[in-house]
Structures are given as structure tokens and as C-alpha cells.
């Protein structure tokens, strides 16, 4: 048994779980040691245009990391993982992110490419879903990453720049509900980048992200986010909720704790995308899983050293 701490820093938060990993004869297995923090800081914020991350959250990524620092410490893990997306990929100021990093951990954070961010996240939610072509959907801050397979790694990766932090950019998405036009736009782009996608060859469609787990929490009745849980949402009553969201006044979004305030700029784009790809998808439901990229990276960390 190896216990693993790691970190994602995404385009729209940083997030920390520490984990025990142990080989079974199922293949390795997880039990959280402490469960997933997560810290909205929008790094990515602006980043579309400038291509450099953002100054303010630079500021607030520091004092993120000092206390998920104290947490690992705290409960001896053996080994930290740090990896870093969208954000950090496209930024021309990613040296300032590194050194950070370094300043806290005296770790070098890993970039990982958009393949690599396909194949973890594909790994951490679909390896216990059964047999079957399992196509996986990681809504980001900055991209979007589809994996497509039936064993226990995909056959088909692809990461799309269509996340909600980088589209609500891209065409100019501000804090109420959406322009009619700019939908439109939107949505015509959506359907462009998600056609080179096999979506409708998939007999199991699986979401995860803040984005999904918003809607599929709605979907289920829930206001409040509880961690670990799976839902099988009808893929009409999904479409529903992100038609819903997308209508949504700020004001509104106050009365659903599921939705953090510095996610309520940045939802209704992420419902958007999510509506296009449950569209384009031509089955009756989809499964919702509050497994995520971290999960894969401790996974493949452990993996490493239990090797």
C-alpha cells in the first residue's frame, strides 16, 4: 500500500486529495484518506485573450497551496503529484506558475497534454463501469477532453478548447443569461468541434466536472454537493437542467449551494456545452460520477511505485 497526495490545478480551480492505493485482485484499489478540497480561483481567467494567467489568481494560488501543503504533511502521504491543464498549457507566463510551485512543494508541477488528461480521467471513472464502448467527458475550465473505449484504457482521446471559463471568453458571456444570438453562435461552434467526436458510438456516456455535477445533482433533486456519489440521469431531464441554467439570473443561482458564486459567471456556458453533447448523443441516459482526473493521477502514481 502506497498513500499518494495529489494536485490539479485546472483553469478554473485547484483541487487536493490524498489517497491510500492498494493492488487487489480487482486491479488497484483507492480509499480516500482525505477527501477532494477544492479551491475556485479561475487561473485561467482572461487567458483566452492575453494568454498569460491570471495576476489575482496567482495571488490567491499561493496561499491554496500553503494549506492543502499542511494537510499533506499532516497525514504522512509517501509521494505528491502535481499536474496542471488547460491554463498552464496555452500561458505564456507559466514560469511564474512553476515557481510557485516549486517555492511550495519543491516539486516541478507536470503539464499534462490534453491526451494525457483524456486517458487519467478515463482511467479514474470508467475502469469500474463493466464492459461496453464507455465514452468519457471531462467539462473543463479551459478544455474539454473525450475518451472513447471498452477496455480499461480508451482507444480514441481528443481535448477540445471549448470549456466554460475559455467559451464564456470566447464570445463574450457576461453574468446573466444568455443572448439569444450569442447562443446561437456558441452553440453552432460547439456542434463544429464535438462532430469529430464518435459520440454516437458510445453505449455508456460518463460525465465528470463541477460543470456536470451541477446539472446532474439538479437533475437528481439535490441542491447540496455531496462528495462520491454516481448518478444515472435521463439524458432529456439533463438538457432540461442546462436549459434551465442557462436562463438563470445570479440572483436565482443563490438559492442552490451546489453552485459556488465564482462558478455562476462561468455555469451557464459550461450547460451549453454539456446540452450539445448530451444532444449529439443518441442514448437514453448518461452517468454522472464525482470520479475525477485526480483520481486518475493518484492512481497512476501509485502505479509507479507499487511497480
Given amino acids: 500500500m502506497v498513500r499518494i497526495a495529489g494536485i490539479d490545478c485546472g483553469t478554473n480551480s485547484v483541487k487536493m486529495e490524498v489517497a491510500d492505493v492498494f493492488p487487489s485482485p480487482l486491479g488497484l484499489q483507492m480509499q480516500i484518506v482525505i477527501p477532494r478540497k477544492v479551491w475556485t480561483i479561475r487561473l485561467g481567467e482572461g487567458v483566452e485573450k492575453t494568454h498569460r494567467l491570471s495576476g489575482n489568481a496567482l495571488k490567491k494560488l499561493r496561499p491554496s497551496l500553503e494549506g492543502f501543503k499542511a494537510d499533506i504533511l499532516a497525514c504522512g502521504a509517501e509521494r505528491l503529484r502535481f499536474v496542471a491543464t488547460s491554463a498552464v498549457r496555452d500561458a505564456e507566463n507559466s514560469g511564474e506558475f512553476r515557481k510557485i510551485v516549486w517555492d511550495t512543494f519543491g516539486v516541478e508541477p507536470e503539464i499534462l497534454t490534453g491526451q494525457e488528461e483524456g486517458k487519467l480521467g478515463f482511467e479514474a471513472a470508467c475502469r469500474s463501469q463493466g464492459g461496453g464502448v464507455k465514452l468519457l467527458v471531462d467539462l473543463g475550465g479551459g478544455s474539454t477532453e473525450f475518451a472513447l473505449g471498452e477496455g480499461p ?91 434551465k441554467l ?62
Fill in 153 to 243: 484504457d480508451p482507444s480514441f482521446v481528443k481535448s477540445l478548447d471549448i470549456g466554460c471559463v475559455r467559451m464564456s471568453e470566447k464570445f463574450g458571456f457576461g453574468s446573466g443569461p444568455m443572448p439569444e444570438d450569442k447562443r446561437k453562435r456558441a452553440e453552432r461552434f460547439i456542434r463544429e468541434e464535438i462532430c469529430t467526436v464518435p459520440i454516437p458510438s458510445a453505449q455508456r456516456l460518463i460525465g465528470i466536472s463541477g460543470t456536470i455535477a451541477v446539472v446532474s445533482f439538479m437533475a437528481a433533486g439535490e441542491r447540496e454537493f455531496s462528495p462520491y456519489k454516481k448518478f444515472e440521469i435521463e439524458r432529456t431531464k439533463g438538457i432540461e437542467v442546462c436549459e
Fill in 246 to 307: 442557462m436562463e438563470m439570473e445570479e440572483e436565482e443561482m443563490q438559492d442552490y449551494p451546489i453552485i459556488p458564486p465564482l462558478r455562476r459567471r462561468v455555469i451557464r456556458t459550461g450547460a451549453l456545452i454539456w446540452s450539445q453533447v448530451l444532444a449529439a448523443s443518441p442514448l437514453d441516459s448518461y452517468l454522472f460520477s464525482d470520479a475525477a482526473l485526480l483520481d486518475g493521477v493518484i492512481l497512476d502514481e501509485a502505479r509507479k511505485l507499487l511497480s
